[in-house]
């Protein structure tokens, strides 16, 4: 069974940094895309950034610049540096990964999710 663990979450003032990981643990064959969502108190989850396998990224408009996404595919671990920390981006963020594994002797695609990790935000 595949699982995905987030680490790094926290509480820190306007305009620090946090440095969030997803490791990925079983035995899967290939990971496809990965990525970071969030979700604040009475909103709905929102994509902050995802990245290709090749390394190619997209973010949401409002971390551009702040945020950075990175992965390592020896490790099977996805990466968010988090800059300049506002209060609107106190969210749980969750690590989202689609990935292959092999299926009585087929390749069969999942997704899946962490369980969240807090970032909190203060002005």
């Known amino acids: 069974q595949v699982q995905l663990v987030e680490s790094g979450g926290g509480l820190v003032q306007a305009g620090g940094s946090l440095r969030l990981s997803c490791a990925t643990s079983?035995?899967?064959?290939?990971?496809?895309?990965m990525g970071w969502y969030r979700q604040a108190p009475g909103k709905q989850r929102e994509l902050v950034a995802s990245?290709?396998?090749?390394?190619?990224?997209n973010y949401a408009d409002s971390v551009k610049g702040r945020f950075t996404i990175s992965r390592d595919n020896a490790k099977n671990t996805v990466y968010l540096q988090m800059n300049s920390l506002e209060p609107e981006d106190t969210a749980v963020y969750y690590c989202?990964?689609?990935?292959?594994?092999?299926?009585?002797?087929?390749?069969?695609?999942?997704?899946?999710w962490g369980q969240g990790t807090q970032v909190t935000v203060s002005s």
């Open positions: 989202n990964a689609d990935y292959l594994l092999g299926v009585l002797g087929s390749l069969a695609e999942f997704d899946s």
């Open positions: 079983g035995s899967i064959f290939s990971i496809n895309n």
């Open positions: 990245i290709t396998s090749g390394g190619s990224t």
